[in-house]
């Protein structure tokens, strides 16, 4: 589903503002899209002739749906699908003041397509947090960045049983740094290694949070294929 056009003047336009007669291309692709839809259907920009290859089109309602709330949640300065034509990337929400990316997740992607897209962003000085879809994601693909998960428009951080809302809108940049205290591995690497944080998550919380210090030898099992899954991740990414 897709929700911004280019006019024929190259300036972007909203779907709520287009009208059928005026000629409208896609903004990743370039073919020609128009507008359809009405009190049944969200409205939306379709292609003419089908581009297997474009990604735009394939949004889902709730892709759009987080996307329109975090642009209302920001205000003027965040802007939904932002060009970026020296990486050859399109974000799906731009905050201009904070040079940050929201990337929303609902469908798979591999771990080698996360990394290459936070490589790009980070090469023009832009940093990139990953909302996932709580429906299709149990678990993030991409422990070592930042990311959150979400249902609607509801946006959480998550580790083991816990879900705690968080405030996007109060995202900012931090530097990595080592924990003050005992913590679970998973919560010490994103102490050590997010460029990002926000009021509320686990990593402004870590001091308060009264995570287990003792586990059962299941909990062991489980920190040990966590980190077998993250060295073989790391080292298929490596290979890029």
Sequence with gaps: MQVYALNVQRQRVFIENAK??????CIECGEKVAPRGGHKVQRHFYHIQRNSSCSLHKKSFAHIQLQRFITSLL???ATEERPFKEI??????AWEQKKIIFEVQC??????????RMKDYHSIGWRVVFLFH??????????????YF?????????YAHLKIPILISLIDKREGTKAEKELPLPIQERIEKWDLFTKGDLIDQADTIAFPKKHSLLTHWRLFFYALWKYLIQRSCSRL
Excluded: N, W
Excluded at 150 to 158: A, K, P, V
């Design 107 to 116: 469908s798979s992607i591999s771990y080698e397509e996360i990394a290459g």
């Design 20 to 25: 059928k007669e005026e000629l409208f291309f």
């Design 134 to 147: 709580d429906i299709r994601f149990q678990k993030s693909p991409c422990p070592l960045h930042p990311h």
């Design 150 to 158: 979400f249902h609607e428009t509801m946006i959480y951080d998550r």
């Design 75 to 77: 205000g003027d300065d």
């Design 88 to 93: 050859s990337r399109i974000a799906d929400v």
